[in-house]
């Protein structure tokens, strides 16, 4: 282990025994579903509406072909899809392309594509590991402000308690301190969004919101990220029962793995 991304830092704050079984002993049951194909499928729509800087003709059949080559992925893994709800998801996904652009352009009215699936491999400080990730979008604007950009899918949109939920936060609150030190930018000249992406959405259908990240949020996402090396490299590895059934539950819950 020679680096540590966001989602590992969120999997062993659920459950340090569960980032074992992943990224220690490797076992990884969850391959995928309709919806990470849905979102995988809408992120690489969103990188090339962005970087040709159109609404071109044939996005929507894009993201169709995006969608359909995951799906066939999962399949090849032995996944069990549903047909109606990816009859439904062709069709939201399709529609969904029309509003991203106009969402993006309404919220920052002029600026510069500065890139797109940014990659962040930074050191860390008082450790031998690096910071890595990919930051979805980040644009310039006019008062040379930058913005980092995370495209977020989801059904109808995120609840306030959700939207300010501290580990969250913390994705664009380690992506806006590691994108400053990669290019020596001061932090109080980043703001970081979130662009919910909404499948089932009447109106509103692509928001787009700020998040802050002052100096004891920062420092304190960056406390949480040097206690998980620790932790990790001394292997301690504690199970959070608590985490076992919360959300979504673990795909390790009451299997051979974890008992």
Request: charged letters at 30%.
């Amino acid at each position: 282990m020679s680096h540590i991304s966001f989602s590992e830092l969120k999997n062993w704050n659920d459950c340090p025994f569960k980032h074992k079984l992943v990224y220690v002993d490797k076992i990884k049951k969850f391959v995928g579903n309709e919806y990470t194909a849905f979102g995988k499928a809408i992120h690489d729509t969103c990188e090339k509406m962005i970087l040709s800087e159109t609404v071109v003709p044939n996005l929507s059949t894009f993201f169709d072909l995006q969608f359909l080559d995951e799906l066939q992925r999962l399949k090849e893994e032995n996944i069990e899809l549903k047909q109606n709800l990816i009859n439904d998801m062709r069709e939201q996904g399709s529609s969904l392309t029309n509003f991203i652009l106009p969402a993006v352009k309404e919220t920052f009215v002029e600026y510069e594509v500065i890139s797109a699936e940014e990659a962040l491999y930074e050191d860390i400080e008082n450790s031998e590991f690096k910071f890595k990730g990919y930051i979805d979008l980040v644009l310039k604007t006019k008062d040379g402000k930058y913005h980092i950009i995370d495209w977020k899918t989801c059904s109808w949109g995120w609840d306030r308690k959700r939207k300010a939920d501290r580990m969250t936060t913390y994705q664009l609150t380690l992506y806006k301190y590691y994108f400053a030190k990669k290019h020596n930018v001061d932090l109080s000249n980043i703001e970081t969004h979130f662009a919910l992406l909404k499948r089932t959405a009447k109106k509103n259908k692509v928001e787009i919101f700020r998040v802050t990240s002052g100096p004891k949020k920062t420092e304190n996402a960056v406390n949480l990220l040097n206690k998980a090396l620790y932790n990790i490299e001394h292997k301690k590895y504690i199970k959070n029962r608590l985490s076992c059934t919360q959300g979504y539950g673990c795909e390790f819950y009451k299997t051979e793995h974890c008992r």
